[in-house]
């Protein structure tokens, strides 16, 4: 069945040559005519795989059942107007062989408006299918996706990250753009004077303290996201939330990735020394005005450290 595939995919790329010639030359509709009868020759061998139970085959037949290319666009082969029916059936053989591809172009059909059984849902089941199997345009639907729905539960942008990162590491340059976007590296002095006072030694006898300020150097927090951040929370294993509106009245909310495994290793270790640990203001560490003034106490140098407006507003 493979010579099949084989002998189908030279037929298209003949007939899509002869196209091409077509279209430079004004022999009209003898190569027309021509590539025509190689797209039925290749389909018919396409056919036959597929009815062999060939994955590759099985999506071939699909997508000329819809008439469509994977991504859901319209294109123009053989007599009669899409099956979706028919497509549906041999896109769902093939994924069902692991062909993630195929549930992306389901995913496509469900949301055609001019398909009758229309229906979001199935569709965004597909899509993620087809996400989670590692195909990159899926990848990127679904951080689309999420982004903006984000509105709805804010939490979607932590989902939308999370795949926007996986298609950008697959080289997708519209989701490393996307990423950027959403969740940038801060590089203003408020996000790296406080980081830097990660130099002095204060492990032993203040180690929250001191990992408070490793992570600010890790990932480029202020002093008031330092010193009040829920780090147990605030780690979702991809991408730290940075949240602090609770306890800081004019912080906004926003998303750090996690670049590298370096920064993950750190990040596990940092986790576990706060596991158990009260991160508000009746915890250990205290509110936010005796945590900035054991700050400045240790370390006279963040005293020079404001890059970052002192109006803060405890929660109770």
Same mark, same amino acid.
């Given at each position: 069945?493979?010579?099949?595939?084989?002998?189908?995919?030279?037929?298209?790329?003949?007939?899509?040559?002869?196209?091409?010639?077509?279209?430079? =030359?004004?022999?009209?509709?003898?190569?027309?005519?021509? &590539?025509?009868?190689?797209?039925?020759?290749? *389909? *018919?061998?396409?056919?036959?795989?597929?009815?062999?139970?060939?994955?590759?085959?099985?999506?071939?037949?699909?997508?000329?059942?819809?008439?469509?290319?994977?991504?859901?666009?319209?294109?123009?082969?053989?007599? $009669?107007?899409?099956?979706?029916?028919? &497509?549906?059936?041999?896109?769902?053989?093939?994924?069902?062989?692991?062909?993630?591809?195929?549930?992306?172009?389901?995913?496509?059909?469900?949301?055609?408006?001019?398909?009758?059984?229309?229906?979001?849902?199935?569709?965004?089941? @597909?899509?993620?299918?087809?996400?989670?199997?590692?195909?990159?345009?899926?990848?990127?639907?679904?951080?689309?996706? &999420?982004?903006?729905?984000?509105?709805?539960?804010?939490?979607?942008?932590?989902?939308?990250?999370?795949?926007?990162?996986?298609?950008?590491?697959?080289?997708?340059?519209?989701?490393?753009?996307?990423?950027?976007?959403?969740?940038?590296?801060?590089?203003?002095?408020?996000?790296?004077?406080? $980081?830097?006072?990660?130099? @002095?030694?204060?492990?032993?006898?203040?180690?929250?303290?001191?990992?408070?300020?490793?992570?600010?150097?890790?990932?480029?927090?202020?002093?008031?996201?330092?010193?009040?951040?829920?780090?147990?929370?605030?780690?979702?294993?991809?991408?730290?939330?940075?949240?602090?509106?609770?306890? @800081?009245?004019?912080?906004?909310?926003?998303?750090?990735?996690?670049?590298?495994?370096?920064?993950?290793?750190?990040?596990?270790?940092?986790?576990?020394?706060?596991?158990?640990?009260?991160?508000?203001?009746?915890?250990?560490?205290?509110?936010?005005?005796?945590?900035?003034?054991?700050?400045?106490?240790?370390?006279?140098?963040?005293? *020079? &450290?404001?890059?970052?407006?002192?109006? @803060?507003?405890?929660? =109770?």
């Amino acid at each position: 069945m493979s010579r099949c595939c084989r002998a189908a995919r030279a037929l298209v790329a003949e007939a899509e040559a002869r196209d091409a010639e077509a279209g430079r =030359a004004d022999t009209g509709r003898a190569e027309t005519g021509r &590539a025509d009868t190689g797209r039925a020759e290749a *389909h *018919h061998f396409f056919e036959l795989a597929a009815a062999e139970h060939d994955p590759h085959a099985q999506f071939a037949v699909g997508l000329w059942c819809a008439r469509m290319q994977v991504d859901g666009k319209r294109i123009a082969v053989g007599e $009669g107007s899409a099956n979706f029916k028919k &497509a549906i059936r041999w896109l769902t053989l093939a994924g069902n062989q692991g062909l993630a591809q195929a549930w992306y172009a389901l995913s496509r059909i469900y949301i055609k408006p001019e398909f009758s059984q229309r229906n979001v849902l199935d569709a965004q089941r @597909y899509l993620e299918r087809a996400a989670e199997m590692g195909y990159r345009d899926a990848q990127l639907e679904c951080g689309n996706s &999420a982004w903006r729905a984000r509105r709805e539960n804010e939490n979607n942008d932590v989902r939308a990250v999370y795949w926007l990162q996986k298609a950008a590491l697959q080289g997708c340059p519209l989701a490393a753009t996307a990423l950027h976007k959403i969740a940038p590296r801060c590089e203003g002095t408020a996000y790296t004077e406080t $980081g830097a006072l990660a130099a @002095y030694d204060l492990g032993a006898a203040h180690p929250l303290l001191a990992a408070r300020l490793e992570l600010a150097a890790l990932f480029g927090l202020t002093r008031a996201e330092a010193l009040l951040l829920d780090v147990t929370a605030a780690d979702q294993g991809h991408c730290l939330v940075i949240d602090i509106r609770g306890s @800081y009245g004019r912080s906004k909310r926003r998303l750090v990735v996690i670049d590298s495994m370096h920064e993950r290793h750190a990040l596990d270790r940092i986790v576990r020394l706060f596991d158990g640990i009260d991160c508000g203001p009746t915890g250990p560490e205290g509110n936010y005005r005796q945590r900035l003034y054991r700050l400045k106490t240790l370390v006279p140098e963040s005293e *020079h &450290a404001d890059g970052e407006v002192e109006a @803060y507003e405890m929660a =109770a």
